[in-house]
Nanobody, 120 residues
């Protein structure tokens, strides 16, 4: 199993920046792609960005170049640098990890989420 703990959320004014962190623990050797998602109450959870073990990244269109995902495999940590934040970025941000066992079966794990609130 993998445990994910997010941190770095908070209250920020529009135009500000935040850096979210997600530390993985447990059976980290099987971790492959990690990512960040966000969810507003009453809406579906949306992908923000993902990063593979080799560093390949994908971003949601609404990110518009304001967000950078990175990972430090030595620290089992994935980061989400968010700049030029907008009120509509307000959401709970979740870290997700894909994990593959030695049989090739893939599982996903989620963190508990961290609240990001952007004031106008």
């Amino acid at each position: 199993q993998v445990q994910l703990v997010e941190s770095g959320g908070g209250l920020v004014q529009a135009g500000g920046s935040l850096r979210l962190s997600c530390v993985a623990s447990g059976s980290v050797a099987g971790i492959t792609t990690m990512g960040w998602y966000r969810q507003v109450p009453g809406k579906q959870r949306d992908l923000v960005a993902t990063i593979t073990g080799s560093g390949a990244t994908t971003y949601a269109d609404f990110v518009e170049g304001r967000v950078t995902i990175s990972r430090d495999n030595a620290k089992n940590t994935v980061y989400l640098q968010m700049n030029s934040l907008k009120p509509e970025d307000t959401a709970v941000y979740y870290c997700r990890s894909l994990w593959k066992n030695n049989r090739g079966l893939q599982f996903q794990y989620w963190g508990q989420g961290t609240q990001v609130t952007v004031s106008s």
